[in-house]
């Protein structure tokens, strides 16, 4: 049984760390290439959420069955579109502007994105229904089962994973992000449209992130403000991995999901054998929260740049 348990909240750590990956992925390439500090970033994680949820019914019933897949194929450069629209009013012209001052316009843009949700879709949450085939259980041994979407959200974000270190290792395009992460201002010398550049790397960024939104609303709702938790441990990952590596967001999102989820059901055993039985019960949850924390305070301690910076940064 304890076997059972440990392959369950692994596959939940598993989930967790591709969803964290999503969120992380866009955000590490606006930080590292554009310098840009994105507190909004996790709106388009409830944008999309939201995009999707709307899509659903009315596509579900022109396509029974299919309807969420569909949703999410259409919300998806919906969420892009807003990403990149973003990028043109707002952060386009703070590129060179100070920290504080991409901090403060991001946090209003966050204000504004909740409200306008509040305004378009009200202020109570958005239950997204899944599919039949989707809402099933997948057996993997006679004592295992798991849920099928679970399998599905690691799948989806295992294949995102891929097509972005396709993506920046060998294509042009990945080619200019990776040299745009190392040295903006020689790429920009080159000839390079950096303007384009910056445009695409934001828009993908909040599209992927959208992405991670419409494959947890299913099971959490969508709802106000669901980007605003996701987004501080977005920024542990990448702190974690490498500001700028897109490498280094996957193996940050493995290691936050993992600690997070096996810190929660095993922490307080450990526990148990210091203290107490009640005070390991008290002090177990407090202390997995605090797990992520205390690991990227001793890899900024050891290795400040992260645990796989981009080349030349």
């Not at 501080?232 to 993992?258: H, L, Q, R, T, Y």
Request: hydrophobic share 60%; with cysteine; proline share 4%.
């Amino acid at each position: 049984m304890d076997t059972v348990l440990l392959v369950i909240q692994f596959l939940n750590g598993l989930q967790l760390g591709v969803l964290l990956f999503l969120v992380a992925a866009g955000l590490t390439l606006i930080f590292g290439i554009m310098d840009f500090i994105n507190l909004a970033h996790g709106a388009f994680y409830m944008i999309g959420a939201y995009i999707c949820g709307t899509l659903v019914v009315p596509l579900e019933a022109l396509m029974p069955g299919g309807g969420f897949v569909l949703a999410i194929i259409l919300a998806t450069p919906l969420t892009l579109v807003i990403g990149y629209i973003a990028e043109f009013i707002v952060a386009r012209t703070l590129y060179l502007r100070d920290h504080l001052d991409h901090v403060l316009a991001t946090f209003g843009l966050i204000l504004i994105f909740d409200k306008s949700v509040h305004l378009i879709w009200g202020v109570e949450g958005m239950v997204i229904q899944l599919p039949s085939w989707l809402a099933g259980q997948v057996p993997l041994t006679e004592q295992i089962t798991i849920p099928s979407y679970r399998l599905a959200i690691i799948s989806v974000g295992l294949a995102v994973a891929i097509g972005l270190y396709i993506m920046v290792t060998k294509t042009r395009v990945g080619m200019l992000i990776r040299a745009g992460a190392s040295n903006r201002t020689m790429v920009q010398a080159l000839g390079v449209n950096i303007k384009v550049l910056f445009a695409l790397v934001f828009a993908t960024g909040a599209a992927i992130a959208g992405l991670a939104g419409m494959m947890i609303a299913p099971i959490t709702e969508a709802s106000i403000g669901m980007g605003n938790d996701v987004i501080i441990a977005a920024f542990v990952v990448i702190i974690i991995g490498g500001v700028g590596s897109v490498k280094g967001a996957f193996v940050g999102a493995m290691i936050v999901g993992m600690i997070d989820t096996l810190g929660r059901s095993y922490l307080d055993q450990l526990l148990k054998l210091f203290m107490s039985e009640a005070n390991a019960e008290t002090a177990a949850p407090a202390l997995s929260s605090m797990l992520v924390y205390i690991l990227m305070a001793s890899i900024l301690a050891v290795r400040p740049q992260g645990l796989f910076p981009p080349k030349v940064r």
